[in-house]
């Protein structure tokens, strides 16, 4: 049902909804509702995408009916282009300090499961925030408590520039058989990231 209502809302079309007394009409969807299903979705990449794709009153009204945590996320990433990564991107991951210790790296993780379940990494911020490097989630598994994430980190960095194209966004990804790749600003700090299911669903779209 979800799934349905929200093709409903992204074409602009009615929607049989069934009353509680089995009745059956049509209804053009309501931006209260609208805005609470978008924010039950599981990435804000994914309502962005929603949005992007409506006319632009009808995509601030919903923005007003949303809470404030979704819409500031949702917000974001309509500023970008779409064709871009930064329009590609979630902007949900988890970042730590490259010196933080593989316990608190496993703390961060059990306190964002959604997250590691969209994506199969951690990523190490170093001075003013800019990316460091890599850790794959299942390193953890095996590391002693007290070992510092920069061990850990996979030896080459790849990232994308927030305004890189999508097809080089889909190139990347495949030359390097990523599940995750991250996007960064010009001072290389980090904005979000890139999963294979964007990319796949993005090929499925075009």
Do not use: W
Request: proline residues 6%; charged residues 25%.
């Amino acid at each position: 049902y979800p799934a349905e209502f929200m093709a409903a809302v992204r074409d602009g079309r009615p929607m049989a909804v069934h009353g509680d007394g089995g009745q059956t009409r049509d209804f053009t969807f309501v931006t209260d509702v609208v805005a609470a299903n978008l924010a039950c979705l599981d990435a804000p990449d994914e309502a962005a995408d929603i949005l992007g794709e409506i006319d632009e009153r009808t995509s601030e009204e919903i923005l007003e009916e949303m809470s404030p945590e979704p819409k500031e996320d949702v917000e974001e990433l309509l500023e970008f282009d779409e064709r871009t990564a930064g329009g590609l991107m979630n902007t949900d991951a988890i970042a730590l300090p490259e010196t933080s210790s593989v316990a608190e790296a496993i703390e961060a993780v059990r306190e964002s499961p959604d997250i590691v379940e969209a994506q199969n990494a951690l990523f190490l911020a170093g001075p003013g925030g800019r990316l460091t490097g890599v850790v794959p989630t299942s390193r953890l598994l095996l590391a002693a408590p007290h070992l510092v994430l920069s061990t850990l980190q996979l030896p080459d960095l790849i990232a994308v520039a927030v305004d890189a194209s999508r097809e080089e966004v889909a190139e990347v990804i495949d030359k390097y058989n990523l599940l995750t790749l991250p996007v960064v600003d010009a001072g290389g700090r980090l904005l979000g990231v890139v999963t294979a299911d964007d990319v796949i669903s993005l090929l499925r779209r075009s």
